[in-house]
């Protein structure tokens, strides 16, 4: 009528029940505690620890993954919400506006002299010629024959960096700042050191409006050479240079502020992420009363307490009987569902020992109860049942750690313990 195996698990539920009798006003056992009631059976009164707290409104129900999915999204979109709201906005700043500003400006692009020539004395003669007419008609108050015949000059001899800021200063008679600049820049190339070519590109951008650039290319030319029109132009620009730059560099300071915030928000999140994933994984693993796969209705934490599987002894139950005479190497297929895992290498029958351990003493002991409902422990015990190598895993955990000493000097006998070493008093 019933099976071998199944007797035994009942047979090691009802020790249970009389080693820790507590565990039957458990909700989980409700059931069986009614059955025996009904039979006049006299139960012991619940401890004062077993005590219910005075009753407190139903808590909320625990949120689901999916809620938790939900959750995270309207988090999101707030944040998303909140790095609009918080979006750096410079304010306008008022620039006065000097005199002689050239807006209108007609570009045309010049030509260039070709740097790869060889330039020889009768080129350089030829050039200076060009100069000296470019020069005349400038006088005369003739910008373009000024400038195309400093055009000429620069092509006879491109490599002077004078050419090319002369022809830049025509170019600002001729309201052409931003040819001018070009031609300055083509001079620092050529000579870095020459003050001209900062003079006359600091001009430039000064009737551009672009004080800032004017401001640094007169001080630049004032190092090279101190030349009194370049620090009379210089001190037209320096207070306008001198608040935009400031500007600047507050909204700098502001940008970089909330770029550290932001970085502290996003570290912020992660941590926020990782402590929901943890959270929801304990639920996960605490859900359905028990571990899986217990006895119905389970014992809290243990799952009920079917399949202690290797017991000495115990012939035909799950898990078999294993290990070597003299010694336990571990408890191996473990009480699925409740002890899951056991101690890899099987419970060996001890010399002399041959029977069922004292399951009595294991029960009672409060540590080992108190184990058995911790989540983590059991969800350490549930892994190993499934590959008794994961053992290893645990080798630093001092929770998991203690738990399997405690099991080991109940069971007696020289306890293999954690992975890496043999059973005491086995064999090899």
Not at 279 to 296: H, N, T, V
Not at 340 to 353: E, L, S, V
């Amino acid at each position: 009528m019933f099976q071998k195996e199944q007797l035994d698990l009942l047979k090691q539920f009802v020790m249970a029940c009389k080693a820790n009798p507590q565990m039957l006003h458990t909700p989980q056992l409700a059931f069986f505690k009614e059955w025996i009631l009904s039979l006049g059976a006299t139960l012991p009164k619940p401890t004062p620890t077993e005590e219910k707290p005075k009753e407190k409104p139903a808590p909320a129900a625990e949120p689901t993954i999916d809620d938790d999915s939900d959750e995270e999204e309207e988090e999101e979109e707030k944040e998303a919400e909140e790095s609009e709201e918080e979006e750096l906005v410079e304010s306008d700043l008022d620039i006065p506006e000097l005199d002689g500003l050239i807006k209108n400006e007609t570009d045309v692009e010049l030509e260039m002299g070709d740097d790869s020539v060889d330039v020889t004395e009768e080129m350089m003669d030829a050039s200076n010629d060009k100069r000296s007419e470019a020069m005349s008609l400038l006088s005369d108050g003739n910008f373009d024959g000024a400038i195309a015949a400093f055009t000429e000059a620069i092509k006879k001899n491109p490599c002077s960096a004078n050419m090319y800021a002369k022809r830049a200063s025509v170019l600002l008679k001729a309201k052409r700042p931003s040819a001018a600049i070009r031609d300055c820049e083509k001079a620092v190339t050529i000579n870095k050191d020459s003050a001209q070519p900062y003079k006359w590109r600091g001009r430039a951008y000064r009737l551009l409006g672009k004080y800032v650039e004017a401001y640094h290319d007169f001080q630049k030319a004032c190092q090279l050479d101190c030349d009194e029109t370049a620090i009379e132009w210089k001190k037209e620009v320096e207070p306008i240079a001198k608040k935009i730059i400031e500007h600047q560099k507050k909204y700098e300071r502001l940008r970089a502020e909330q770029e550290r915030n932001r970085k502290i928000k996003e570290a912020k999140k992660r941590r926020e992420a990782a402590n929901r994933e943890y959270e929801r994984s304990k639920r996960q693993q605490s859900s359905g009363g028990g571990m899986p796969g217990g006895f119905p209705g389970g014992m809290p934490g243990m799952g009920g307490m079917p399949g202690m599987g290797g017991m000495p002894g115990m012939g035909g139950m799950p898990g078999g009987m294993g290990g070597m005479p003299g010694g336990m190497g571990g408890m191996p297929g473990g009480m699925p569902g409740g002890m899951p895992g056991g101690m890899p290498g099987g419970m060996g029958g001890g010399a002399g020992a041959g029977g069922m351990p004292d399951l009595n003493a294991l029960f009672s002991d409060p540590e080992v109860m108190s184990a058995m409902q911790d989540p983590e422990v059991m969800a350490a015990f549930q892994d190993v049942s499934q590959n008794p190598a994961n053992i290893k895993k645990y080798e630093n955990n001092p929770k998991v750690k203690k738990v399997i000493e405690k099991l080991q000097a109940k069971f007696g006998g020289g306890a293999g313990g954690m992975p890496g070493g043999r059973p005491a008093g086995g064999h090899c």
